[in-house]
């Protein structure tokens, strides 16, 4: 939960779990969105992400799996290169809802209800090492 992507892998087949590590000292700017819905189905499957910097735009969605015997985070996370400014984000939830967020911070996690006016924000790096957040 810091921000940092890892990868745990599960071979069906045998008995052990492996963890590929994200060790990098310097990471890059990021931000990530965690989604509730209440229209649309509460884990937001389907609901799309935009984030505009000055360095352009990326847009990514919410799945559920993409793969067989695999699963995505729930968190939509962006590598936002040299971005040093605000985020500016749109939302758009399966239920046809569009939500505007503005003057985000880079290297946060943004928890996001829909239709909720006020996001709740972290910094990625105050999570480190607290594991699961109690209040999803």
């Known amino acids: ?3 940092r ?12 779990l492996r963890v590929l590590k994200n060790v ?3 990471l ?6 965690h989604l509730r819905g209440t229209k649309s189905n509460r884990d937001a499957i389907g609901a799309v992400v ?3 910097t000055v360095l352009g735009r990326q847009t990514r969605s ?21 971005v040093k400014g605000p985020v500016r984000a749109s939302i758009r939830w ?6 505007e967020l503005h003057d985000l911070p880079v290297n946060h996690r943004v928890w996001v209800e829909e239709g ?20 999803r």
Do not use: W
């Open 50 to 52: 935009t984030v505009e």
């Open 94 to 99: 399966p239920s046809g809802l569009i939500q």
């Open 28 to 33: 890059p700017p990021s931000i990530a969105f």
């Open 116 to 135: 909720s006016e006020h996001p709740r924000i972290r910094s990625l790096s105050n999570t480190r090492g607290k594991g699961p957040d109690p209040a």
């Open 5 to 16: 992507q890892e990868v745990f892998l599960k071979n069906r087949n045998g008995p052990q």
């Open 1 to 3: 939960m810091n921000g």
């Open 62 to 82: 919410l799945q559920a799996g993409s793969g067989f015997l695999s699963q995505h985070s729930k968190d939509i996370f962006f590598g936002l290169g040299a």
């Open 24 to 26: 990098m000292d310097n």
